[in-house]
């Protein structure tokens, strides 16, 4: 397992305010969880890889949403409680959440059955002030908000 991922901060303004995109885990483990287990589309890759590459491929992997803008601003990599360093690039943009695709993962479920089953990698995504948002994404990308409210 990789100890890296790259991600995308997608935001806007509305009325002079600052919303960013986040999506919402799939799968069993986070149906009942939103507070701190909110994210920004983000996947894992190879130390080979460049990361703003694996950032776009995969948001449209969990959004089905291809971003074509490379006005990007990178920030500063941050570290999440697993361990695992998170590269994010923030890029102005506005989708609507209606329309998102997401791949989908499969695990044995209920544990211990044998069975398999197929979840959604992300069941939602929406639009957030940067102050709600704060409170739903994983404690540790918050500061990923912070910054990008710094730069702009």
Not at 58 to 71: A, I, P, R, S, Y
Not at 136 to 144: D, G, R, T, V, Y
């Amino acid at each position: 397992m990789s100890n890296q991922s790259a991600g995308i901060l997608l935001y806007r303004n509305i009325n002079k305010q600052l919303e960013v995109f986040l999506v919402h885990p799939g799968g069993p483990f986070f149906k009942n969880k939103d507070e701190g287990a909110w994210s920004i589309p983000k996947g894992e890759f190879l130390p080979e890889e460049y990361p703003l590459l694996a950032a776009k491929r995969e948001f449209f992997e969990e959004t089905g949403l291809q971003l074509m803008d490379d006005n990007s601003i990178k920030l500063t990599p941050i570290k999440q409680k697993s361990g695992k360093t998170v590269h994010a690039r923030a890029i102005a943009g506005d989708i609507d959440p209606a329309t998102l695709v997401s791949n989908l993962f499969e695990i044995e479920w209920p544990p211990r059955s044998g069975k398999k089953a197929s979840f959604a990698e992300i069941d939602r995504g929406d639009w957030f002030t940067v102050d709600i948002a704060k409170t739903k994404i994983n404690p540790a990308q918050a500061a990923l908000i912070t910054e990008l409210q710094s730069l702009l």
